[in-house]
Every structure is written in C-alpha cells, then in structure tokens.
C-alpha cells in the first residue's frame, strides 16, 4: 500500500518481528522513506505511537478468522491520541465506527488513499479526531468497566451443575468467555457458589486486575469484590 504514496514527506515506521522481515528489508532498501527498526521495548512503541501522525492496522477484511478478529493493537492506538486507519473487520463492534478512520475497500491502493488524506488533514483537526479516540477507549474500556461486564455476565447465568468428584464447577465455555473478553489486562477470579434448585449461584466474586506485562514483577493493580446474595 506505501508504495502507492507518492509524497516524499510522507514516511513510513515499522517495529516487531515476524516471517515478513525479509520483504520489509527488501522494501526498505527500495524506499528511503520506509524505516524499521525490529524489536523494541512496549515504552519505545508507546512513545513512537505517541509521535506519529497516524497509525495504521493494515489487516484486510477478506479471510474467515476476520469474522471473529478484533486486533488488540486498536485499543492500545486509540488510547495514544493518534488518528487510526483500518480496513472494516467483521469482528470490530459498530460502537468503534465513530472512532477509526475505514478503508474505503479492502484493495492496498484505498489503505493508501486513506492514509495519505488523514496525514493531509489540519493539525488541528487531526488532534481532535485522536483525542475524540483517546477519551472513548479509555472512558469505555478500561479494565475496571471491561471486569463490570463480565461480572454482569456472570450474574444473568443460570449454569447447569456437572459432578466432577463432588465438586460443582462452571461451564469450560464460560470461563473460556470470560478470558476472552479483556484483551488489556490479565483477571484472576475467586468464585464462591451454593447451590440453589439445583443450579450454581453465585455468592461472592473477587477479581485481581493485573497489567499484563507486570503480572510476574508487580502486585495487582486493584481488587474488586462483590456480595451477590446472602
């Protein structure tokens, strides 16, 4: 799609590893404007998205997995400040519509047509457009609301009760639910149920929030706890 971006002031920044290196170096021998720099550390990428004029999801909307693909990078880009271009994927809820810049179609020349009219655009307008972007994710999906959905969740179930050696365990698909839906954070959950006409109703709920990558090093960020029946 870069190579259909004629202006000279116009670059690219590429960062990560993976099977495409060999092309991205031949691309970056071609092209004078397009750097990468591999590997780098999580606060270097957030200082780099911080400084950019706009970033980019580049995955097309044409295969079966994009029905269920919601990259988890959006989230992270949005909360830069930064305007955000990307194709449509089946698997972004409309509620983001509002907050990234589509690709008109999933052809490379569209991605770049859209990339060049947002670096185009007035400063100013673009400050807002990534500031509209940064307030929605951090208002909207941060881990304390992300925790208060699943919680909600739990509490509309009424799970069937399986005997493993005498003890009442929750549905594999609920808990597989519940660690898909926070893709930020790392939840550790402490469940107490008592059985009620013979289904699991929870009693209480305590939920560790861990930062992700600090889950080794540092403590939890915060613990919520709810009494849900006496």
């Known amino acids: 799609a870069f190579a259909h971006i004629s202006d000279p002031n116009i670059r690219l920044l590429l960062c990560g590893l993976g099977d495409a290196e060999p092309i991205i170096h031949r691309y970056c ?62 698997g972004i809820p409309n509620e983001y519509d509002a907050y990234l ?15 060049t009219e947002i670096c185009n655009m007035d400063k100013e307008a673009r400050m807002e457009m990534g500031k509209r972007g940064a307030e929605f994710v951090l208002k909207n999906k941060n881990a304390e609301v992300q925790t208060r959905r699943i919680l909600e969740f739990i509490q509309s179930l009424s799970v069937s009760v399986q005997e493993n050696n005498d003890t009442q365990i929750i549905s594999k698909n609920t808990i597989r639910f519940l660690g898909q839906i926070c893709a930020k954070c790392l939840l550790v959950f402490t469940v107490r149920a008592v059985m009620q006409n013979g289904l699991i109703k929870i009693r209480n709920i305590s939920v560790l929030i861990w930062d992700a990558k600090y889950i080794i090093t540092r403590p939890p960020i915060k613990k919520i706890s709810w009494r849900l029946i006496k």
């Open 29 to 90: 021998g071609a092209d004078s404007r397009i750097s990468f720099l591999g590997k780098v550390s999580h606060e270097k990428v957030l200082s780099l998205q911080s400084k950019v004029t706009v970033l980019v999801n580049p995955r097309q909307n044409n295969e079966e997995f994009t029905k269920y693909s919601f990259p988890s990078k959006t989230m992270e880009y949005l909360a830069s400040g930064v305007p955000v271009v990307a194709y449509k994927l089946d």
């Open 101 to 115: 810049n589509y690709v008109e179609d999933n052809s490379p020349e569209s991605l770049a047509k859209k990339l």
